[in-house]
């Protein structure tokens, strides 16, 4: 069984991947409009646009609205389907990069936050497991007297 200190800090965990793989993916989905952040497009395999037939403009604001939505999703009551998405969204993202044999550097930070999607995935099971079952816990103040 969890102690309350434990329990703590895995919420504060949960809580802080959570609006990580929420806000983000929001603000970088929004981003593909507007190209503040940066020029997507320098970051779109060159051979996306001649498979697919789109303008690069075009990829760019469908993988905004997909990072949108996925950020939502985060956010909502589907957290660990929403962490999925973005685990297999940065996936996708690197193995662009890599394919590319350009910002291996980026490819490997998705890859990285892929595996912090996961855990997020996993922290939330763990919260819907403990969500289940009648929590006890014994301060030690209380196991001492």
Not at 5 to 30: E, H, M, Y
Not at 128 to 140: L, M, N, Q, T, W
Request: glycine letters at 6%; one cysteine or more; proline letters at 4%.
């Amino acid at each position: 069984m969890q102690t309350t200190d434990s329990t703590n800090r895995l919420d504060v965990t949960w809580w802080a991947l959570r609006i990580l793989f929420g806000a983000v993916p929001i603000v970088a989905g929004l981003d593909k409009y507007f190209n503040l952040l940066t020029n997507w497009e320098e970051y779109l395999n060159p051979l996306l646009p001649s498979i697919s037939h789109l303008a690069p403009a075009a990829i760019m604001h469908v993988v905004g609205v997909v990072e949108i939505a996925a950020g939502v999703i985060v956010l909502s009551h589907w957290v660990r389907p929403g962490a999925y998405i973005v685990m297999a969204w940065l996936i996708c993202i690197a193995l662009n990069l890599l394919l590319m044999g350009k910002f291996l550097d980026v490819a490997v930070r998705d890859l990285g936050l892929a595996v912090a999607a996961f855990s997020l995935a996993q922290l939330s099971a763990m919260r819907v497991e403990d969500s289940g079952r009648i929590k006890v816990a014994i301060s030690p103040a209380a196991a001492r007297s």
